[in-house]
C-alpha cells in the first residue's frame, strides 16, 4: 500500500510539471482574450451613407456598428482645393481604453459630416488610413438621421 501511494504522489507530481512547463512554454498574452488585439484591426467591409447637397453644402449622415461598446468614432472631410474639390471623408475608429472592460454587444455610432465643396466635387472615404467604398444612398431618408440630431 506504501507502494501505490509513493506512486500516485509521482503520478501527480508528474502531470503538475508537465503543466507548469505547458503554461511556461505559452506566452501569457496567447492566452488573453484575442479582443484586445483588436484596437486597430476591425474594419467594416463598406461604409452605408445618404447624403444631400444643397447650395455648395454637402452633408453625409449615416452610423457604423462595432463589436463592442470600447470603440469611439471620429469623423471629418478633407476639402482638397482643385476643381473639380477632391473631398476625403476621414473616419478614424479606435478602442478607448486598453483596461476597459467591453461587453460583446454590437455597439451603433452615429455620423454626420458637413463641408462645402462645388456641385462637381469627387468623394472618395478612408477608414483608420485606409481606403473604404462608400454606399451612398442619395436623397433619402435614413432612419439614422433623428438619432444623429439627437447626440448633438
Known amino acids: ?16 510539471l508537465i503543466g507548469v512547463f505547458v503554461f511556461r512554454s505559452f506566452p501569457l498574452s496567447d492566452l488573453q ?4 488585439n483588436v484596437n486597430n484591426t476591425f474594419t467594416p467591409e463598406e ?7 444643397d447650395n455648395g453644402l454637402y452633408e453625409y449622415i449615416g452610423s457604423l456598428d462595432f463589436p463592442n461598446g470600447c ?8 476639402v482638397r482645393e482643385s476643381y473639380p474639390e477632391q473631398v476625403v471623408l476621414v473616419f478614424n475608429a479606435q478602442r478607448g481604453e486598453e ?18 465643396a462645388s456641385e462637381h466635387a ?13 454606399l451612398i444612398i442619395q436623397n433619402e431618408a435614413l ?3 433623428e438619432f444623429v440630431e439627437d447626440v448633438e
Do not use: W
Open 47 to 53: 461604409i452605408v451613407t445618404s447624403f444631400t447637397y
Open 99 to 116: 483596461d476597459a472592460f467591453c461587453i460583446q454587444a454590437i455597439k451603433t455610432i452615429p455620423f454626420r459630416i458637413l463641408f462645402s
Open 1 to 16: 500500500m506504501n507502494k501505490q501511494l509513493i506512486t500516485n504522489v509521482l503520478i501527480v507530481a508528474l502531470f503538475l
Open 143 to 145: 432612419d439614422i438621421l
Open 33 to 36: 482574450n484575442k479582443d484586445d
Open 122 to 134: 469627387t468623394v472618395t472615404a478612408t477608414y483608420n488610413g485606409e481606403g473604404i467604398d462608400l
Open 71 to 78: 470603440y469611439e468614432l471620429e469623423t471629418h472631410a478633407i
